[in-house]
T-cell receptor, first 113, second 112 residues
Framework: DGGITQSPKYLFRKEGQNVTLSCEQN?????MYWYRQDPGQGLRLIYY???????QKGDIAEGYSVSREKKESFPLTVTSAQKNPTAFYLC????????????FGPGTRLLVL | ELKVEQNPLFLSMQEGKNYTIYCNYS?????LYWYRQDPGKSLESLFV?????AVKQEGRLMASLDTKARLSTLHITAAVHDLSATYFC????????????FGTGTRLQVTL
């Protein structure tokens, strides 16, 4: 089945710890995105990547880092510099031939211990 | 800075009634999107509106776009309980290849 997978579904972070959220897609999409959603809020863009080995900051990139070594994978690291990381994180992708629709993964809920 | 505002933020309506959700945005945009989110779940794409005057319908939902007024509407006809969810609109910045700015969402609750 084609789609976007995110893991883990739930993630707990201790203070001062870096954690990495996984996003994998087998849709052959070129562009991938990371969003953060806080309770009762809309989504805010963290980082996005339009091609392999290239990525750009979104609106709230501070305290986060990404890599795009493979077309299928776009992991997000929440660093210790992100002081309020508790949120729902959603990964999305877009086919290069269709900039119109973003397809979203199931999400990872990050909680701070 | 592109801003996207939705209203109402919360809507409780009875089954069988009609209602409209509004989405205003602050700068010129190429495309407007509507998404649905069920509690604790991911986003599901509903509509993509690409031009002024665009209208799209799926079941009891109809979306329209007025780029001159920078306004999109999502109209619900004869609501049913299954439509209970949070609805988001999102807007593209021109030339940014799907770099979306989302509204805060409208939580719709359809009561029996």
């Amino acid at each position: 089945d084609g789609g976007i997978t995110q893991s883990p579904k739930y993630l707990f972070r201790k203070e001062g710890q870096n954690v990495t959220l996984s996003c994998e897609q087998n849709l052959n999409h070129d562009a991938m995105y990371w969003y953060r959603q806080d309770p009762g809020q809309g989504l805010r863009l963290i980082y996005y990547s339009q091609i392999v080995n290239d990525f750009q900051k979104g609106d709230i990139a501070e305290g986060y880092s990404v890599s795009r070594e493979k077309k299928e994978s776009f992991p997000l690291t929440v660093t210790s510099a992100q002081k309020n990381p508790t949120a729902f994180y959603l990964c999305a992708s877009t086919p290069s031939s269709d900039w119109e629709t973003q397809y979203f993964g199931p999400g990872t809920r990050l909680l701070v211990l | 800075e592109l801003k996207v505002e939705q209203n109402p933020l919360f809507l409780s309506m009875q089954e069988g009634k009609n209602y409209t959700i509004y989405c205003n945005y602050s700068t010129t945009s190429d495309r407007l999107y509507w998404y649905r989110q069920d509690p604790g779940k991911s986003l599901e794409s509903l509509f993509v509106l690409l031009s002024n005057g665009a209208v799209k319908q799926e079941g009891r939902l109809m979306a329209s776009l007025d780029t001159k007024a920078r306004l999109s509407t999502l109209h619900i006809t004869a609501a049913v309980h299954d439509l209970s969810a949070t609805y988001f609109c999102a807007v593209d910045m021109p030339g940014t290849a799907s770099k979306l700015t989302f509204g805060t969402g409208t939580r719709l609750q359809v009561t029996l």
